[in-house]
């Protein structure tokens, strides 16, 4: 099951390395190019799609078949900040029934490795900001297949009143 997300934790002291999990596996501090290479996925997202949901500090954001989910933590760093841990995935366009469920799971998992806890109600949260993508990427979907029928009608007819006037 982890070895669908990407999973990054700033560290508390803001000197440390941060933590991170790529598809199951603990990236080491000296993995660098990897670290970046996280970094890079998880700030396109966050950059190029959309705010799907955004409550009591737990953000979802998406692109056409990527998410990022943050959540955060119960502990501040050293300047009093929130620590949010950053859960990367992929989804198809009906969403997996079972994927806030499982990047639910992971993410406590994650949290408590890291020696974080996260609170219960951000986890409903979590839950319904995967609903929510699953309700947009429905519709979604149903906008695309709208429109390549309606481009279909169209050129149809374009061929259709070609054909009777070049005749």
């Known amino acids: 099951m982890s070895d669908r997300f990407i999973l990054w934790a700033q560290a508390l002291d803001n000197v440390s ?6 598809n199951g596996k603990v990236l080491a501090p000296d993995e660098t190019i990897q ?3 996280v970094v890079s996925v998880v700030s396109n997202v966050i950059k190029r799609g959309e705010r ?11 692109d056409e078949s990527h998410f990022v989910m943050e959540i955060p933590s119960a502990q501040l760093d050293s300047a009093g900040r929130s620590a949010p841990i950053v859960c990367y995935g992929d989804y198809n366009a009906t969403v997996d029934p079972v994927l806030g469920a499982s990047a639910t ?3 406590d998992d994650f949290a408590r490795r890291i020696g974080r806890t996260l609170q219960a ?9 995967f609903e929510a993508l699953k309700k947009k990427s429905s519709t ?6 709208s429109r390549i029928v309606i ?9 259709y009143w070609l054909a009777q006037n070049g005749s």
């Open 140 to 145: 979604t979907k149903l906008i695309r297949i």
């Open 105 to 107: 799971v992971i993410l």
């Open 17 to 22: 390395p941060d933590h991170f999990q790529v």
């Open 52 to 62: 799907i949901c955004e409550k009591s500090g737990v953000l979802l954001t998406a």
């Open 121 to 129: 109600e951000h986890f409903e949260l979590v839950q319904a900001s």
């Open 35 to 37: 670290r970046q290479e």
């Open 151 to 159: 481009a279909s009608l169209v050129l149809f007819a374009i061929v």
